[in-house]
């Protein structure tokens, strides 16, 4: 005779991580076994069914002596500490400066990194990744280390180094491809940009969904994206050598995977913050590879 399978019920649904972890600091200290569990949703707290009962009990004494105001947001919750993130954000962009400046190794960096639309979407992949880290003079690298180091720190701080790193790669790669897409065949660009816009867009994306979702005035959870926006207006579209589509694309990228990543979460363990970080750190590696034999 087999023994049945111990049952397990959810006393929290659709939580924040932060909130959650109270109500699990609350159970532990009463002895209630439960497991934490990240969700679509948000997180949800279960206890096995004979535990259930107390557990409730615990969760409504503690709210009722915690009560929130009425439309209060918990702070988002913070998953690294950023700065390692900005720090191989850094490394990367003076590496390649370097080098570009210097013609490294016998290598013209900027021809072969550069995007070219008509090449790239004719199978060179690697430019819309090696373009991201090339730029034209120090103001041009100067001002895409601010920016870029800001809006870095902060995607850093919430998706972790790890994910954030690669989450800002991607969408500005993404952002590249899709910006060649509307340009003509011979078009050039260079530079950081497209991914500080995907930055600035996967921190509005963020903002957005965990923190002014539900239970707000519209103009308050629609404030995130109208920052957003109006940063890239602001910042992104001046100057005489601005290429405002690489921009507009790089934001619309990040934006999307922002709301992909808010959407469907990953766990944001230690694991996946390292095999994130070494996925960003192989892509940028391989692309770079592949840029110079064909260069060559």
């Not at 019920?9 to 209630?32: F, N, P, W």
């Not at 210097?102 to 060179?124: K, N, P, T």
Request: charged share 15%; hydrophobic share 50%.
């Amino acid at each position: 005779m087999y023994d049945e399978p111990e049952v397990w019920i959810d006393v929290v649904t659709g939580a924040s991580g932060r909130y959650c972890a109270e109500l699990s600091l609350v159970l532990e200290t009463q002895g209630v076994e439960h497991q934490r569990i990240r969700t679509a949703q948000g997180w949800s707290l279960s206890v096995r069914a004979r535990d259930a009962a107390r557990a409730a009990e615990e969760i409504a004494e503690y709210r009722d002596e915690n009560v929130r105001p009425h439309g209060a947001k918990p702070p988002p919750e913070t998953v690294g500490n950023g700065w390692s993130g900005v720090v191989v954000y850094l490394a990367v962009l003076l590496v390649v400066a370097v080098w570009v400046r210097q013609y490294s190794f016998g290598v013209d960096w900027l021809a072969a990194g550069r995007v070219e639309a008509g090449s790239m979407l004719g199978g060179e992949w690697w430019r819309a990744v090696t373009a991201l880290t090339v730029h034209r003079d120090a103001d041009h690298l100067l001002g895409n280390i601010a920016f870029g180091s800001f809006f870095a720190y902060f995607v850093c701080r919430y998706l972790g180094d790890g994910l954030g790193g690669l989450a800002i790669l991607a969408s500005g790669a993404l952002g590249n491809v899709l910006n060649a897409f509307i340009q003509s065949a011979d078009h050039r660009s260079i530079g950081a940009s497209t991914a500080v816009f995907a930055a600035l867009a996967l921190l509005t994306a963020n903002t957005w969904k965990r923190g002014f979702w539900k239970n707000t005035p519209l103009k308050t959870r629609i404030a995130p994206l109208v920052a957003g926006l109006a940063l890239l207006a602001y910042t992104g579209a001046g100057g005489e050598n601005t290429d405002i589509g690489a921009h507009l694309f790089g934001f619309v990228a990040g934006f999307c995977v922002g709301l992909v990543l808010a959407r469907h979460p990953v766990p944001l363990s230690r694991s996946t913050q390292r095999n994130a970080g070494l996925a960003a750190c192989a892509l940028l590696v391989l692309s770079w590879a592949w840029g110079i034999v064909a260069w060559y």
